[in-house]
């Protein structure tokens, strides 16, 4: 019978955790994933723990049949759990009333809330922590037993650990992503009651057929033979009392730790679900072995007490071994990527690792402070299930204690570092207090202990701190860690790695915010992810704040609501439209803070009076209001990040609607870099699914970025009203850095229409709360980012089927249609859409002629694919090539080469061998490299490279000439070659403005703009 009870506390441990985490999750969408909403869920479910512990000890001495008791609440808790799914669905609304009735009195909203998530966790909760008191009377009922207490109840806890372990494995890895949350708690909840069905029916098994009569167990008789060892080392009152109160602050301390090791490890290795499961993997696997290993162990120590002071010892010992290692595992990482093939498997294999490295030596001491602690306050016989019931309460109490001061103290007020010493400094205070009390210890021998404890304090002081540009670099996205790989770690020739400086750096309530410097850019960071830059994101951020105001078509000043405020960029972009007003929601008030870094480049939103900065999560922000938005703007962070996944899901989306005009717009921003096709799918089809009209647009050429904008009734891409917002020079010039330099950009910029995007998405997946798709799916994504890096190159190359615009557009009908038509040609020629630029072109040709529209002929005609046998642009056609001058001081043998090869490479190239000619420069030594040879060589090479489809070398070599405006005019040829590799290279936009300036200076010297074989209706690619 012991053997099943304690099969069935296993099975309690892992139901247990899965149903922690399942409600968690279920009230944090309704109540918010701010610190202070996790904090109040989680303090009611550890409240309701210590509750029912301390009431189950009270009964539980008196209870005769205890294991039928714990069955009973067994099955009452799986029958509770089915019902909250159902129970849960009442709360929106009354958060929503809540926020309508108290939303002025924060603190007084916060009690309320705290009472509402008790009021649905207190019975199932009461009735888990009960279930230890319960077992602990039945383990331990006879007096041999409760002469091994410390062994029995060790072990017991160890196995409800073990089970939390597998229960934690089970939901985060395997039941969640494959099953959803919903039939995950329905397996939870069958767990409980298969469990109490097991037991009973054990039970009736073993009154129907007792088990024949034994002798006494090799226990008993150990007993028997030294009663001594049986019995408990006599405590005084007050190390009892010592004890219980060390139990209790241990359990603050613990959970203290336990949420700092979670936010540093989730800056090292990512804040993924997964992540965060592989942490209290290695959380939960230290405290069962060490309770497993001390069970056993404690029975042998003489002094318990003396015991729990030196563990108390060892664990800040252990604490500061952690300490030393931690802004290395970055590195660690590396060095165990670089030894294994990267799969994601394989990473979450690394990242476990680097957690067990933080963790496991501190919670395999704090293990043994449970079995310590039974063995000591455990009183007699008669009291174990009170004795353990109470304690297990204090220590209860003493983790809620250190949830709200980890969350809102320690964190934001002391930071990581200072949190942990702060941590460590407290147990060394309960060693020194246990040391003080310990009666079998001579007064000079517990002075010593107190010393040393004072000592290692002390000597924590003089550690040095972590180097936080490690510890932040972000090596969890793999794409960087295998760039330093690659650079340091292989000895990368032609390339250096360069760490930045770090300018700003603060643990948040939410998150750890930092900024780096490189050079003159800045990049904002959320817990080692950068979300935002004054560099390559520039164009993203601000077209998301600006493209659905260019959209808006209503004739008042909208009212905009944004979600997630970053570099402040984007909210700076909505305040250069003539808006209503802004409210903008950001999880972390440190964002804020960090902004101010980017004042240069983000309209600096935050001083503008009609801007509204509000702290709190995005999904609650909109779901408890009542007022309705013109335009919703939501730009979080990426999707593989738990908490942000919230803001892809359909509900959400439900969320945004309900606070939407109806002929409101809405815009939401979503990733194509290390995502699954499938999954990006995914997240346009659930949008799709709520909202019928659903536009996509890239951010700019060639963006990993996509904006998607929603509305509930057609949005047609009407230039004249484009045009109207142009009018405005503040509006016109925030565009321009947003890339839309004239009205006909916003079109070009188009991926996916309407229709085309129900064809797009057909057959993906609907992205829910319940089977949190994206939330476990992009982690994956994430890990194994190279294989998906082709789909970009699809969706922006010639074959790409989508992104027509006939019946999107408006404004191309009236008497300058033909000019209206080139223009809008020339901009999707500059943005890479080479087939409507030449279908525009034609409509523009059939509605009418002139300058425009043959300028935007000529623009196609010079991009148009040819052989490489045919004639293009010549060289000097008036002097030729300068041969090359040698430096002075270049080898007189190299020069002599140099000389002879440039001969070989005229006569190559006149018989049109360019690849032939393109390997002998390539020969040359670096020395003559760029313009040493003299320009006209530099402008050989460089076309050599374009006909070798080197383009990116090719655009290195003609840059600089091109720079030069004394040599464009002698030599205007350059411009062209410059802008076909440009083109060629897919950097559209300064292909086209590379080949206008062609045209004019080309022009200018009265030569032709096309090689001699160029038809005028010659096609492009």
């Known amino acids: 019978m012991p053997t099943v009870v304690l099969c069935c506390f296993f099975l309690s441990g892992a139901s247990g955790l899965i149903l922690e985490l399942l409600w968690t999750r279920m009230l944090t969408l309704v109540f918010g994933s701010t610190a202070l909403a996790v904090s109040t869920v989680l303090a009611t479910y550890m409240g309701g723990l210590g509750l029912g512990s301390y009431l189950a000890g009270k009964v539980a001495d008196r209870i005769k049949n205890s294991v039928r008791a ?10 509770y759990a089915l019902a909250v799914p159902w129970l849960i669905h009442f709360y929106p609304g009354l958060n929503h009333w809540l926020w309508a009735t108290f939303g002025d009195h924060y603190t007084l909203l916060s009690l309320l809330r705290f009472v509402a998530s008790a009021a649905l966790l207190i019975v199932p909760t009461t009735l888990m922590g009960a279930t230890l008191p319960l077992l602990a009377r039945y383990f331990v009922s006879r007096p041999f037993e409760f002469g091994r207490v410390s062994l029995r109840l060790g072990t017991l806890y160890a196995v409800n650990i073990f089970g939390g372990v597998s229960g934690c494995f089970l939901a985060g890895f395997i039941a969640l992503p494959l099953i959803g949350v919903r039939s995950t708690n329905f397996l939870a909840a069958s767990f409980d009651m298969s469990l109490a069905a097991a037991i009973v029916i054990a039970q009736r098994v073993r009154r129907r057929w007792p088990a024949a009569p034994k002798g006494p167990s090799l226990d008993e008789l150990a007993a028997q033979a030294n009663p001594a060892e049986a019995n408990l080392v006599v405590i005084t009152p007050a190390a009892r009392r010592a004890v219980l109160f060390a139990f209790a602050v241990s359990g603050a301390t613990a959970m203290t730790l336990q949420v ?29 072995t060490g309770s497993a290993a001390f069970g056993r162990l404690a029975q042998r120590f003489r002094d318990p007490v003396r015991s729990l002071a030196m563990v108390h010892l060892g664990i800040v010992a252990a604490i500061g071994l952690s300490y030393l290692v931690t802004d290395r595992l970055p590195y660690v990482f590396t060095y165990l990527l670089s030894s294994t093939s990267i799969t994601a498997d394989a990473v979450l294999a690394c990242q476990f690792t680097l957690a067990c490295i933080a963790v496991l030596p501190s919670t395999f001491l704090m293990g043994a402070i449970f079995p310590l602690t039974v063995r000591v306050v455990t009183a007699s016989l008669g009291r174990v299930g009170r004795d353990v019931g109470s304690a297990y309460a204090l220590n209860t109490v003493g983790a809620i204690v250190g949830s709200f001061l980890s969350g809102f103290v320690v964190l934001p007020q002391l930071g990581l570092q200072k949190g942990i010493y702060v941590s460590a400094v407290l147990d060394l205070g309960l060693a020194a207090l246990l040391f003080a009390v310990s009666t079998s210890l001579p007064r000079s021998r517990r002075l010593l202990g107190m010393a040393a404890a004072a000592g290692m304090a002390l000597l924590a002081l003089a550690l040095p701190r972590w180097n936080l540009t490690d510890f932040s670099i972000g090596f969890f996205r793999v794409s960087m860690a295998r760039d330093y790989i690659e650079i340091v770690e292989h000895r990368h020739q032609k390339k ?44 993203t951020q601000i077209s998301v704040g600006l493209l659905p105001l260019l959209l808006y078509h209503n004739d008042h000043a909208p009212k905009v609501a944004l979600v997630g405020f970053g570099s402040g960029v984007t909210a700076g972009a909505v305040t250069q439209y003539p808006i209503a007003s802004l409210e903008v929601v950001e ?43 013109d335009v919703i703007i939501s730009q979080p962070s990426n999707p593989w990040i738990t908490g942000v996944s919230n803001l892809f899901t359909r509900e959400y989306f439900q969320d945004v609607k309900a606070r939407l005009r109806d002929d409101g717009i809405f815009c939401q921003w979503a990733q194509l870099y290390e995502m699954a096709p499938w999954n990006i799918k995914a997240i346009y089809r659930t949008l799709a699914g709520e909202f019928p009209f659903v536009m996509v647009f890239a951010a700019e050429d060639l963006s990993s970025d996509t904006i998607l904008i929603a509305s509930r009734h057609p949005i047609n891409l009407d230039v004249r009203r484009i045009a109207r917002a142009f009018q405005d020079p503040i509006v016109a010039a925030e565009a321009k850095r947003a890339g839309f330099a004239s009205p006909h950009d916003v079109p070009a910029f188009l991926l996916l229409g309407p229709e085309e995007l129900r064809s797009f998405t057909a057959g993906a997946r609907i992205n829910t709360d319940d089977n949190a798709l994206i939330e476990f799916a992009a982690p994956r994504d994430l890990l194994g980012y190279a294989k998906f890096d082709p789909y970009l190159a699809k969706i922006y190359g010639p074959m790409w089927p989508y992104g027509r615009l006939s019946e999107l557009v408006a404004g191309y009908d009236g008497p300058d249609r033909a000019v209206s038509m080139a223009r809008l040609a020339r901009s999707l020629l500059s943005h890479g859409k080479a087939r409507e630029a030449h279908l525009w072109q034609r409509r523009a040709e059939a509605a009418g002629n002139g300058p425009e529209v043959a300028h935007t002929r000529l623009l196609l005609d010079l991009v148009a694919t040819r052989e490489d046998r045919d004639p293009e642009i010549a060289l000097a056609p008036d002097d030729g090539l300068q041969p090359p001058v040698p430096p002075p001081g270049l080898a007189p043998a190299v020069a002599e080469r140099v000389r002879g090869d440039y001969q070989q490479i005229v006569a190559l190239v006149d018989k049109n061998k360019f690849a032939s000619a393109f390997k002998v420069v390539d020969d040359w030594p670096e020395e003559t490299w760029g313009t040493k040879l003299g320009k006209d060589v530099a402008l050989l090479t460089g076309v050599l490279e ?19 405006a004394e040599y464009v005019k002698r030599r205007p040829e350059l411009l062209y070659y410059l802008g076909r590799a440009y083109y060629a290279n897919a950097t559209c936009a300064k292909a086209v403005a590379a080949l206008e300036r062609f045209i004019d200076a080309q022009g200018a010297l009265g030569r032709p703009l096309l090689p001699a074989s160029a038809a005028p209706e010659a096609t492009g690619n």
């Open 260 to 288: 700092l090791w979670t936010r540093a490890l989730a800056v090292i290795i990512g804040s993924s679900i997964f992540s965060f499961t592989i942490i209290l993997l290695a959380f939960l696997i230290g405290l069962g």
């Open 587 to 629: 999880l972390e008030p440190a964002i804020y803070e960090a902004s101010h870094f980017f004042d240069s480049v983000n309209q600096r939103p935050l001083e503008n009076p009609k801007v509204r900065a509000l702290a709190g999560d995005g999904r609650n922000f909109l779901s408890q209001r009542s007022d309705l938005f």
């Open 496 to 539: 250096k790695w360069q760490s930045p400086k770090l300018v700003y750096y603060k643990d948040g309530i939410a998150t750890t915010v930092s900024v780096d410097q490189w050079g003159k850019v800045f990049s904002l960071k959320n817990n080692g992810k950068v979300d935002a830059s004054n560099d390559a994101d520039m164009p």
């Open 70 to 79: 714990y069955a009973l609440a067994e099955a009452a808790i799986g029958l």
């Open 946 to 964: 374009y006909k070798a489809e080197f383009y990116g070398d090719a655009i290195d070599e003609l840059k600089p000439l091109a720079d030069d």
